[in-house]
């Protein structure tokens, strides 16, 4: 079955930084376009990042110039390298992928103090 399993959030100060990692199993990683979402209390989750099976990738305006997203298929990970903290970026992070439905890990806390 398909597992997303992130990992690598935690409570950072403003403009520091955060990796964040998911381990995807149960479906051909490498064919697959890749993203992480964020839900702040309160409000809905929204895209940050995706990635496509060739490395195309795409940002939301928020993060672009912070935030990198990478891929490797050989380990089944996708990655979310987070630069210059905001306490804006406060949310719960979410690793995604879309097959026939889509799937959802469970989520890692990242916490920006000011």
């Known amino acids: 079955q398909v597992q997303l399993v992130e990992s690598g959030g935690g409570l950072v100060q403003a403009g520091g930084s955060l990796g964040l990692s998911c381990a995807a199993s149960?479906?051909?990683?490498?064919?697959?376009?890749m993203g992480w979402y964020r839900q702040a209390p309160g409000k809905q989750r929204e895209l940050v990042a995706r990635i496509f099976s060739r490395g195309i990738t795409y940002y939301a305006d928020s993060v672009k110039g912070r935030f990198t997203i990478s891929r490797d298929d050989a380990k089944n990970t996708v990655h979310l390298q987070m630069n210059s903290l905001k306490p804006e970026d406060t949310a719960v992070y979410y690793c995604n992928v879309e097959l026939t439905r889509i799937y959802w890990g469970r989520g890692t806390q990242v916490t920006v103090s000011s």
């Open positions: 149960g479906f051909i990683f490498s064919a697959n376009v």
